[in-house]
Antibody
Framework: QVLLVESGGGLVTPGGSLRLSCAASGFNLSDFYMSWIRQAPGTGLEWISYIKTGDSPVYYGDSVKGRFTISRDSANNSLYLQMNSLRAEDTAVYYC?????????????????????WGKGTAVAVSS | EIVLTQTPATLSLSPGERATLSCRASQSVSSNLAWYQQKPGQAPRLLIYDASNRATGIPARFSGSGSGTDFTLTISSLEPEDFAIYYCQQRNSWQFTFGPGTKVDVK
């Protein structure tokens, strides 16, 4: 069964740091594009970071660029989000997301930038 | 950044009725658009990708159409479990963005 389980959320004061983790099971995380997407209370969805396979560049939204770092650990089959210099506006539920991949019969792949597997999310609250 | 606008904000319908949801992009995204469904307390679920392709396990009553800047999600006959919020999302260029959502509620 394909599953993503986030952890590491909690209450932090402004300027503080948190590290979110996402444990994947049922698939090899290194074979898929992965992302972190957040949803502030009662509002819509914001795509904040994106990592491809291999050593490709990573991407960040303007709202988190320079403060957040996405990374991947193949040995632990896990995705991480290091969040520094946290602000009140970073308060949200953070979702770990696997991006859709189409597998051709030939064994090659096509990676889409749509989410086909979501974790349940971990809540982050930034408040003094 | 490509801005997605969804209309209407709320759609009040009865079970069995047809739902038509719209998503407009601030510039062309070709067919690089998806639709998701989100219920309270749950993560979103992928319904449609590349404008018109149903994701695995999605019932045939959900269909998507459009290209360029104008897109439509149609639910042919609403089931009780379809009352939810629906978001569109573009992948044409980074920063990938979501629309603000359309809430489909019971009339």
């Amino acid at each position: 069964q394909v599953l993503l389980v986030e952890s590491g959320g909690g209450l932090v004061t402004p300027g503080g740091s948190l590290r979110l983790s996402c444990a994947a099971s049922g698939f090899n995380l290194s074979d898929f594009y992965m992302s972190w997407i957040r949803q502030a209370p009662g509002t819509g969805l914001e795509w904040i970071s994106y990592i491809k396979t291999g050593d490709s560049p990573v991407y960040y939204g303007d709202s988190v660029k320079g403060r957040f770092t996405i990374s991947r650990d193949s040995a632990n089959n896990s995705l991480y989000l290091q969040m520094n210099s946290l602000r009140a506006e970073d308060t949200a539920v953070y979702y770990c997301a696997r991006l859709l991949r189409y597998d051709f019969w030939s064994g090659s792949y096509y990676h889409y930038q749509y989410v086909d597997v979501w974790g349940k999310g971990t809540a982050v609250a930034v408040s003094s | 950044e490509i801005v997605l606008t969804q209309t209407p904000a709320t759609l009040s319908l009865s079970p069995g009725e047809r739902a038509t949801l719209s998503c407009r992009a601030s510039q062309s995204v070709s067919s690089n658009l998806a639709w998701y469904q989100q219920k309270p307390g749950q993560a979103p679920r992928l319904l449609i990708y590349d404008a018109s392709n149903r994701a695995t396990g999605i019932p045939a009553r959900f269909s998507g159409s459009g290209s360029g800047t104008d897109f439509t999600l149609t639910i042919s006959s609403l089931e009780p479990e379809d009352f939810a919020i629906y978001y569109c999302q573009q992948r044409n260029s980074w920063q990938f963005t979501f629309g603000p959502g359309t809430k489909v509620d019971v009339k």
